[in-house]
């Protein structure tokens, strides 16, 4: 079972706030992830870490940023929000061998406004 | 580039009915992994199934079960006797090895599945 978790899980927000969606587990995995699904469609990858200090980009260009400065925490900030990324975001973690399976957290739904 | 299809956009049973959600990809890869995953109306995404590319066994777990076929790149999902509790989109995913270690999915649109009473 998995033990991943996201804050908040829904959030509204005027444009031009800066925000921080949070993302913590408790599985010690190296590896997290950043996905952003709008509604109805499918996950793209934003960002991932291969542990402390790393991050990257991933295939869909993003405006927000990530950092890792610990193993179970993979922040996710926006400095300036705007109505476009408005979505949901999932955050996701696994062991660090290849084709390891992804545990996701419940998500955060973000409406900029 | 790796890709997934999954050409149900939605499909609509009763319950009590059996029902397949059809996944095919395209990989170059020899080593690879194949995912299901669920996310109901709340949000989150729920692993069903991981499958790696050497192991063509069909898994059965429950009222679940999943054929892998190689030689048609195809993973599809079968619910036997399927339950309102079952409405929710699937997402069929492949997995492909990023440079320094781990993985990255890359998704199917889903499936979003409908059991009515």
């Known amino acids: 079972e998995a033990d991943i978790y996201q804050t908040p899980r829904y959030l509204v927000i005027g444009t031009g706030k800066k925000i921080t969606l949070e993302c913590s587990q408790t599985m010690g995995h190296d590896k997290m992830y950043w996905y952003q699904q709008d509604p109805g469609m499918e996950l793209h990858l934003i960002h991932y870490?291969?542990?402390?200090?790393?991050?990257e980009k991933g295939d869909l260009s993003s405006e927000s940023t990530v950092s890792r400065i610990r193993t179970e925490h993979f922040p996710l900030t926006l400095e300036s929000a705007r109505p476009s990324h408005t979505s949901q975001y999932l955050c996701?973690?696994?062991?660090?061998?290849?084709?390891?399976?992804?545990?996701f957290g419940p998500g955060t739904r973000l409406l900029v406004l | 580039a790796q890709k997934v299809t999954q050409a149900q956009t939605e499909i609509s049973v009763v319950e009590k009915e059996d029902v397949t959600l059809d996944c095919v990809y395209e990989t170059r890869d020899t080593t690879y992994y194949l995912f299901w995953y669920k996310q109901p109306p709340s949000g989150e995404l729920v692993f069903l199934i991981r499958r790696n590319s050497f192991d063509e066994q069909n898994e059965i777990s429950g009222r679940y079960s999943w054929n892998f076929q190689k030689s048609t790149s195809s993973f599809n999902f079968t619910i036997t006797a399927s339950q309102v509790v079952d409405s929710a989109v699937y997402f069929c995913a492949l997995s492909e090895i990023l440079t320094g270690g781990g993985n990255k999915l890359t998704f199917g649109t889903g499936t979003q599945l409908k059991v009515e009473l």
């Open positions: 996701a973690s696994s062991e660090y061998s290849p084709g390891e399976t992804q545990y």
């Open positions: 870490s291969y542990g402390v200090n790393s991050t």
